[in-house]
């Protein structure tokens, strides 16, 4: 029996071992992953969605409360159990910190706190929620809070294929827009500045060292810009990026960014500039073409549903049309179905797919 089980055990690494290779000469805008959209966010709480329900003819259909009702798992469960490899955080700036601490929507609410207890609220730094005042629930109240736990399943799974972090600097919110709600105590978003992006650098940099980030920098590989790399060698190879983390900005103010000579970040750009990595396409529907031809410069992220709309309908057009257009990322809600309105989920057989 022993003389059986060595041979196979061998023959078993060695193919494990040119799986491995084979894996690592795929370049890295070969492959699509799926990404959750605003991935620390939880559900509003039911007596938000009712207030807001009651005013939705003023609130005009771009703010339909049915469009907020949704909310996501903790990032572990998200990587482990659904494969997810792309999160979505919205960086509200609080430098003084406090500006945050409070969530005016329940004060007209019975029975619904108003201030958040937790002291990180009342410290400085980047806060993580959706809609100030109104759409506030989430996993991870801070920045930190969030890195920090996709950096520790990362450790525990040190071989995984990179996860995309899309930051998106936010730059406004309901008070930005109406005075009466300023009135009611609503807070304003506060817009990004040069300082600012030093200190997300600086957030970002306390949670992961250089060698766990794939930066701009690793990219061009001694070349003068992205898109001379992408000529002359090609995307990097899969081998290259395991085990990190990939950020890409996008959002208020990000041009002051783009001038940073050593950022740790990407950005979503245009073919014109050269040192475009990354395409946003949020709507591929009718432009599935464009889209594909575009996948082989540079990796598109896209998304397969919007505002719940596709899980109420089980409406699977979208997705389709993600699929067809050979997007490397696609963002969704609903890697987990949500029961209430249909049986409507999506994903890969496995962790990632191969571009076509």
Same mark, same amino acid.
């Given at each position: #029996?022993?003389?059986?089980?060595?041979?196979?055990?061998?023959?078993?690494?060695?193919? !494990?071992?040119?799986?491995?290779?084979? #894996? @690592? %000469?795929? *370049?890295?805008? @070969?492959? *699509?992953?799926?990404? %959750?959209?605003n991935s620390y966010k939880k559900k509003p709480h039911p007596k938000v969605l009712k207030f807001l329900s009651k005013f939705q003819d003023k609130l005009g259909e771009q703010n339909n409360p049915k469009f907020i009702d949704y909310g996501h798992l903790p990032f572990e469960?998200?990587?482990? =159990?659904?494969? !997810?490899r792309g999160v979505e955080l919205d960086v509200n700036y609080d430098p003084k910190g406090g500006h945050y601490r409070r969530r005016r929507v329940n004060l007209f609410l019975?029975?619904?706190?108003? *201030? !958040?207890? =937790? *002291? %990180?609220m009342k410290s400085p730094g980047f806060k993580l929620l959706h809609i100030s005042d109104v759409d506030f629930e989430t996993n991870y109240l801070t920045l930190? @809070?969030?890195?920090?736990?996709?950096?520790?399943?990362?450790?525990?799974?040190?071989?995984?294929?990179?996860?995309?972090?899309n930051i998106e600097a936010k730059g406004?919110?309901?008070a930005d827009e109406s005075k009466t709600l300023r009135n009611l105590g609503f807070k304003k978003c506060i817009p990004f500045d040069t300082i600012a992006y030093q200190k997300l650098e600086s957030e970002i940099a306390a949670v992961f060292s250089p060698n766990d980030i794939y930066k701009p920098s690793d990219f061009k590989s001694g070349y003068a810009s992205i898109s001379e790399r992408v000529e002359n060698m090609g995307w990097p190879f899969l081998s290259e990026c395991r085990g990190k983390v990939v950020f890409i900005l996008e959002g208020n103010n990000q041009h002051i960014y783009r001038s940073f000579k050593q950022p740790l #970040?990407?950005?979503?750009?245009?073919?014109n500039d050269v040192n475009t990595a990354f395409l946003l396409r949020n709507h591929s529907m009718g432009i599935e073409s464009s889209i594909s031809e575009q996948s082989a410069k540079y990796v598109i992220r896209t998304r397969s549903d919007a505002g719940t709309i596709q899980s109420r309908d089980h409406d699977f057009s979208m997705w389709n049309s993600a699929l067809k257009s050979n997007a490397q990322i696609i963002s969704t809600d609903y890697y987990k179905a949500d029961e209430r309105w249909s049986g409507y989920k999506v994903g890969f057989n496995n962790v990632f797919k191969i571009r076509n």
């Open positions: #029996m022993r003389n059986t089980i060595l041979p196979l055990l061998f023959l078993l690494s060695i193919s !494990v071992f040119r799986a491995q290779k084979n #894996m @690592d %000469s795929i *370049r890295l805008n @070969d492959i *699509r992953i799926i990404a %959750s959209h469960e998200q990587f482990t =159990d659904y494969g !997810v019975f029975g619904q706190k108003q *201030r !958040v207890k =937790d *002291r %990180s930190i @809070d969030g890195l920090q736990a996709i950096k520790e399943w990362s450790q525990k799974n040190a071989n995984h294929i990179p996860i995309f972090i406004s919110h309901p #970040m990407f950005y979503y750009g245009e073919p």
